[in-house]
Structure formats: structure tokens, C-alpha cells
């Protein structure tokens, strides 16, 4: 089958576009830039533009969604924040498949959506017909998939299971998550500037990233009790990767075995998900993958459980899932086309 990208020229697009080209489904990958793309009379071929790309050569065509979903079997956004809000409109109405890297379908109220993304949103009655998918949890819905936030899923991963099986006080959940600079995405910005990100630590977004809501939504309807989070993030002075440390104090009576076991259950059947036995996971373990490597720790002297998760965020996090929930939504394996051994170096 024939697919298409929208924003190919950034990270995960970029990333995606990689797995998409060995994916055994695929015939061909379809590009599309701008809504004025080409307007200047500039042609913008992929290989021009992201370099080792050789032999690439397939023009950036200008964004018509007629057109996509004429010469298409389904539609990948790895747009910026506020770009699908704007351009997906036709494929919803036309139940066209698509998968949404960002952030503009994930939180089904309007309202919510601009309070933490400071952008205006998609008209909610398109909204109502997207399905946030977390793919490890995937669940047949309609045809536009809003993938997760890179510490969405992380954080989703390593709480599910203590979370869907109450073992632990939902009002002490805290999460300190940290990730690389490609998180950022290609453009600039104050702290991923070399200067400020090489040898340092920086917190940003305290208290208003905009991963907080989806994370919360998606507790929620695994388990109601669940109101907040306390969650902080931080950009790591390396390129790819994002590990998750996650706290919260167990219900009175569980213990690390009892953790363990609803772990285990929980990913018994899953490829991607691999629960560590009393050790915790690296980064390098993961980057260059779609795995989810996850350590589960209890400490008896503080009733504290602590879970490490680590994802590839461009992989997992962004392109990786992206195609996992691309090939549920065909019923493909969903293996199909994704690296489970790591870069390593
Ligand atoms: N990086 C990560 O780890 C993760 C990213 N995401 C999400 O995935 C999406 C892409 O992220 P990332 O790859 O980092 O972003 P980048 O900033 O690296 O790339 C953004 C892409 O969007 C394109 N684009 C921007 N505006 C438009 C427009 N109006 N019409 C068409 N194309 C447009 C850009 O094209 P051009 O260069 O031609 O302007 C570029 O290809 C974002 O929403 C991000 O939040 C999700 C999880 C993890
Ligand atoms: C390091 C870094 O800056 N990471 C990004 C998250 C990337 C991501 O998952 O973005 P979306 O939710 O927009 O899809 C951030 O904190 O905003």
C-alpha cells in the first residue's frame, strides 16, 4: 500500500520516514510539505534536505488533502503543535485513516487543549472522533489515531499496571521525566541551544507541561481515583532518549512481589514491553528501538515503589508507536517493520 507524511523534514518525520521505507507493507511513501509548498517555483526533494538520504529522491509535494487521500491508504502528520488542528479536517470527515504524531487530537475538549497548548484548537466535534491510543493498550477505534506524548508514554507504561490493578495511593503519584534534546524537535530554542544544554541540567515546564493532561486522562480511565500527578521534566545534555523515574507510596499490604507479578501480567503478551527482573534499565537499551524497558523497585522502609521506564523518544515516543498503531489500525502484525534491537553505541 501507498502512504503519506506530512513533515517529513522534522525529527520523528524523518525517523518515521525511515521505518516506513523498510516496512514489508508499504510500496510507497508519499510526501507532503506546505500548504504554499513550491509556491516560490522552489522543488523540494528529500534527499536535498536531510542529509545521507542519498538516493532518496522524492519530491516534497504541496499539502491537498484531496489528493492524499486519492493516492493514499492513510495519512501521517509529524507536524508541529497547532498544524493537524488546522489541516486534518477532510480526512475526519472522510473517515480517511490517519495517524497524528502531536498533540492536536489528544485531549477531546477544546478548552483544555488551549489552556495547556496555548494554540488554538481543532473544532471539537472533530476532536470527539479521534482515539488517543497508547499502542502497547490498543483498542479498535475510529479511524484517526492521536498518538502519545514522547513522556506520555513512558509514564502511561510504567504506571499502568499498579494503576489498573490499585496497588498503589493514587494522590502520591509523582514523576520525574527526563529526556534528550531531540525531544525538542529541529528548531531552536533557548535551552536547546549547545551552549545552555552541554554539561548542564535544565527543568522546564513545572506544573504546566502539556503532556500532564493526556497522562491524567489516560489514568483515569484506568482507574477513576486517579485526580493528579506531580510531574516534572528535564532536558538531558545527550541527543535521544527519555527515562521516566516514577514514585508513588503502595496501598498498605503490597510488597515487591505482588508488583512484580501485576507487571508481568500486564506485558505478558507484549513485544515492546520489557519488565526488567530487580534491575533498572538504561537508555541505551532502548534508543534506536520501540521497546519500553521497565524496573520495578520497592523500598519496604518508605512504602515507596519507584519505576524506571525508558524509551527511544523518537522512536517509541513519536515515529515507532506511530507505526505500531498504524499497523493495528490495518490489522497488521504489529511488529511489522519495528527494530527491538538497540543502536547500542
Ligand atoms: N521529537 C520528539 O521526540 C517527539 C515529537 N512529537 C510530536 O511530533 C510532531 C513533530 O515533532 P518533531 O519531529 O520533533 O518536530 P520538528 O520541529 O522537528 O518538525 C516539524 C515538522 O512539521 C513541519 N511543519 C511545520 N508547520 C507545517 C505546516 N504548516 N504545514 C506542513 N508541515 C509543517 C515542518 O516542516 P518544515 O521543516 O518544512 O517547516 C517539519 O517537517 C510535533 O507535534 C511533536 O510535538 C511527539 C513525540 C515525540
Ligand atoms: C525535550 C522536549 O522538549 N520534549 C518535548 C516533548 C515532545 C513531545 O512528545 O511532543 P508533543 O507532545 O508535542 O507531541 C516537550 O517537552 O515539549
Known amino acids: 500500500m501507498d502512504v503519506a507524511i506530512v513533515g517529513v523534514t522534522g525529527y520523528s518525520g524523518t525517523v518515521l520516514y525511515t521505518l516506513l521505507a523498510k516496512h514489508p507493507a508499504i510500496d510507497q511513501i508519499n510526501l507532503y510539505g506546505h500548504q504554499d509548498e513550491g509556491k516560490d517555483g522552489e522543488v523540494r526533494y528529500l534527499d536535498q534536505l536531510i542529509p545521507g538520504f542519498h538516493g532518496q529522491h522524492i519530491r516534497i509535494q504541496k499539502f491537498d488533502p484531496q489528493q ?29 485513516p490517519v495517524v497524528d504524531l502531536s498533540g492536536d487530537y489528544r485531549l477531546p475538549d477544546p478548552a483544555e487543549y488551549e489552556k495547556w ?17 497508547l499502542a502497547d493498550f490498543y483498542q479498535p477505534g475510529t479511524s484517526y489515531i492521536a498518538n502519545p506524548g514522547c513522556y506520555a508514554t513512558a509514564t502511561l507504561l510504567g504506571l499502568a499496571p499498579m494503576v489498573q490493578n490499585d496497588l498503589i495511593d493514587p494522590d502520591t503519584i509523582v514523576v520525574d521525566a527526563k529526556s534528550g534534546t531531540s525531544g525538542a524537535g529541529k528548531k531552536l530554542t533557548g535551552i536547546t541551544h549547545f551552549t545552555e544544554a552541554s554539561d548542564n541540567l535544565q527543568l522546564y515546564g513545572l506544573n504546566t507541561h502539556k503532556h500532564i493532561p493526556e497522562i491524567v486522562a489516560q489514568l483515569k480511565k484506568w482507574n477513576d481515583a486517579v485526580n493528579a500527578i506531580q510531574f516534572s521534566t528535564t532536558l538531558l545534555p545527550l541527543t535521544t532518549g527519555l527515562m521516566a523515574s516514577i514514585y508513588a507510596k503502595v496501598k498498605p499490604g503490597v510488597d515487591q512481589a505482588q508488583l512484580m507479578a ?32 521497565i524496573g520495578v523497585v520497592y523500598n519496604p522502609v518508605t512504602q515507596t515503589v519507584m519505576v524506571i521506564s525508558v524509551i527511544d523518544n523518537l522512536m517509541k515516543g513519536a515515529a515507532g508507536q506511530a507505526v505500531q498503531n498504524f499497523n493495528q489500525l490495518m490489522g497488521l502484525a504489529e511488529t511489522t517493520g519495528l527494530p527491538t534491537l538497540p543502536a547500542f553505541v
Open 262 to 293: 501485576a507487571f508481568n501480567q500486564d506485558y505478558a503478551d507484549s513485544t515492546f514491553v520489557n519488565v526488567l527482573d530487580g534491575t533498572t534499565p538504561d537508555l541505551k537499551e532502548v534508543v534506536g528501538t520501540n521497546n519500553c524497558d
Open 68 to 96: 492524499i487521500m486519492a493516492n493514499n491508504t492513510a495519512v501521517f502528520f509529524a507536524t508541529s503543535a497547532g498544524v493537524s488542528s488546522q489541516l486534518a479536517g477532510d480526512f475526519i470527515d472522510a473517515d480517511f
Open 117 to 133: 497548548y496555548h494554540k488554538p484548537a481543532a473544532p471539537a466535534e472533530h476532536l470527539q472522533k479521534a482515539t488517543y491510543s
